[in-house]
């Protein structure tokens, strides 16, 4: 079983940069998929970026794409995303995901383990 819980979001003003945290225990999940999500008020859960399980290999949203940037450190056991140039509707709850398999997903029934999320919010 893996735990997986996100850290670094908070308010920031448009055109700002944060950067958000997984932590995963559990198990290593260096040979697992990763991914993140996000989900806006009374909308479905959505993608934003993914990774392979060696890092070699990522995928974006085009909502996202040249914004931002995910990354992970399997000695660690962590999974990043460093966000530049936020726009209000970047505002969501982010979700860390892993996937059983070393392949990048970029669809969430593709993946076995959730965090909880972490609220990002951008003003205008």
């Known amino acids: 079983q893996v735990q997986l819980v996100e850290s670094g979001g908070e308010l920031v003003q448009a055109g700002g940069s944060l950067g958000l945290s997984c932590a995963a225990s559990?198990?290593?999940?260096?040979?697992?998929?990763m991914g993140w999500f996000r989900q806006a008020p009374g909308k479905e859960r959505v993608f934003v970026a993914t990774?392979?399980?060696?890092?070699?290999?990522?995928y974006y949203a085009d909502s996202v794409k040249g914004r931002f940037t995910i990354s992970r450190d399997n000695v660690k056991n962590a999974l990043y995303l460093q966000m530049n140039s936020l726009k209000p509707e970047d505002t969501a709850v982010y979700y860390c995901?892993?996937?059983?398999?070393?392949?990048?997903?970029?669809?969430?029934?593709?993946?076995?383990?959730w965090g909880q999320g972490t609220q990002v919010t951008v003003s205008s």
């Open positions: 559990g198990r290593t999940v260096s040979n697992y998929g």
């Open positions: 990774i392979n399980s060696d890092g070699g290999r990522t």
């Open positions: 995901a892993a996937r059983l398999g070393t392949a990048y997903a970029a669809y969430a029934a593709g993946y076995n383990y």
